[in-house]
Each structure stands twice: as C-alpha cells, then as structure tokens.
Antibody
Framework: QLQLQESGPGLVKPSETLSLTCTVS??????????WGWIRQPPGKGLEWIGSIYYSGSTYYNPSLKSRVTISVDTSKNQFSLKLSSVTAADTAVYYC???????????????WGKGTTVTVSS | EIVLTQSPGTLSLSPGERATLSCRAS???????LAWYQQKPGQAPRLLIY???SRATGIPDRFSGSGSGTDFTLTISRLEPEDFAVYYCQQYGSSRAFGQGTKVEIK
C-alpha cells in the first residue's frame, strides 16, 4: 500500500528557506503514471496547491508562488522535496505531499496524501 | 486563472438527510477535470470524486458528483454520522486550484 511521509523542520525563521521532503514507500516514484505534488493549508483555512513534479524532473508550479518555489526529485531515494524561499508568517501552514495520476501529460487530481507536517514561520 | 467558488459556506443538516454542495468555476473547466475531497479535523483530505462524476476507490455510492462547464455538484444522498466534515472541490484542467470549502455540520 502506497504511503507518503513528509519530514522537515517544524520551525523556520522569517526570510529563510523552508525545506521539506516527502518519502514514498510501497511504490516507485519513477512510475510513469504519476506526478508528485505539494499542497498546504494555513491554520483554519483552505487548501492551496504549491506545485508538482514528474519523475523526469518536469515541474508545474502555482503562479502565485512560482518565484519562491523549487520542487525536486531524487529517484534513488524515492523522495521528492520542496524549497520555499523568503518565508513570512503567511507561509505558516500544514504542508501535505500527494500523488497525482498522470492525465494527458499533466498532474491531475490527488489520490493519495501524506498525513501532513506543520511548519511555523517565526523568529 | 480559474477561481472556484463553493456554496453554501456551511450546510446544517441531520443524519439521513440529503446534502447538495455546489462548486462554480469562473471559466469553463476543460474535460470536466474537477475533483471533490472530504477533510475531517486533523486529517489529510480524502479523494471522493474525480472527472466530475467518477467515484474514487472505496467511496460509498451515497456520494455522487455531477456537472460540467462551470457548474458542478456533490450530492450525499443520505448523510451518515461520519460524513460531517469539510468538502473541497478542485479543478485540474488549467493549473490546479481548490475552492474555499463547504462545511457540513450536524443540525
């Protein structure tokens, strides 16, 4: 059974870079059938898609975050990672990783989710 | 950029009642690339519906999705106690974006 697990620091200082990793178990991140993505949810608010990556390294980003986001993949470790630069308090959120079925060359809906990890931006 | 607007914000119903949730897009969603998710407090979202009307694996048939173009609906035919939660729609035809959510609460 496929499982996704987020990991990384729970506290990041303002202006620094937030770094998270998602480890995929029970399946291969190199499957041609899926993209892998990041979604976040500020406290008490809704969901926001951050971006997604294919095992080949092809990426799609939310236009509103694109200038600050980098998503990368390490197929040898079955992991993909998120870096969000110049963070502020507005980036405080639960960060989820998820799997997207490949849909006509693009990341589709999200069918498997990690449990999420809370990241707080504060000095 | 397609914006999704969900209504109502909160739906107060009793177990056994029918729930009808709406998701309206600011532009047409291509190929009915619309999904619905359920989220309970402290949990990750769970996929219910994709392609506007296809149920995800393991989802009970009391959940159904319909619609096309700019207007989509999630219907829960008879609410069970475990169905009280927040529901989000998401489009994936042009970039990816979520609606703001509808909370289904016990009346």
């Amino acid at each position: 059974q496929l499982q996704l697990q987020e990991s990384g620091p729970g506290l990041v200082k303002p202006s620094e870079t937030l770094s998270l990793t998602c480890t995929v178990s029970g399946g291969s991140i190199s499957s041609s059938s899926y993209y892998w993505g990041w979604i976040r949810q500020p406290p008490g608010k809704g969901l926001e898609w951050i971006g997604s990556i294919y095992y080949s390294g092809s990426t799609y980003y939310n236009p509103s975050l694109k200038s600050r986001v980098t998503i990368s993949v390490d197929t040898s470790k079955n992991q993909f990672s998120l870096k969000l630069s110049s963070v502020t308090a507005a980036d405080t959120a639960v960060y989820y990783c998820a799997r997207h079925p490949y849909d006509f060359g693009l990341p589709g809906y999200m069918d498997v989710w990690g449990k999420g990890t809370t990241v707080t931006v504060s000095s | 950029e397609i914006v999704l607007t969900q209504s109502p914000g909160t739906l107060s119903l009793s177990p056994g009642e029918r729930a009808t949730l709406s998701c309206r897009a600011s532009q047409s969603v291509s190929s009915s690339y619309l999904a619905w998710y359920q989220q309970k407090p402290g949990q990750a979202p769970r996929l219910l519906i994709y392609g506007a009307s296809s149920r995800a694996t393991g989802i009970p048939d009391r959940f159904s999705g319909s619609g096309s173009g700019t207007d989509f609906t999630l219907t829960i035919s008879r609410l069970e106690p475990e169905d009280f939660a927040v529901y989000y729609c998401q489009q994936y035809g042009s970039s990816r974006a979520f609606g703001q959510g509808t909370k289904v609460e016990i009346k």
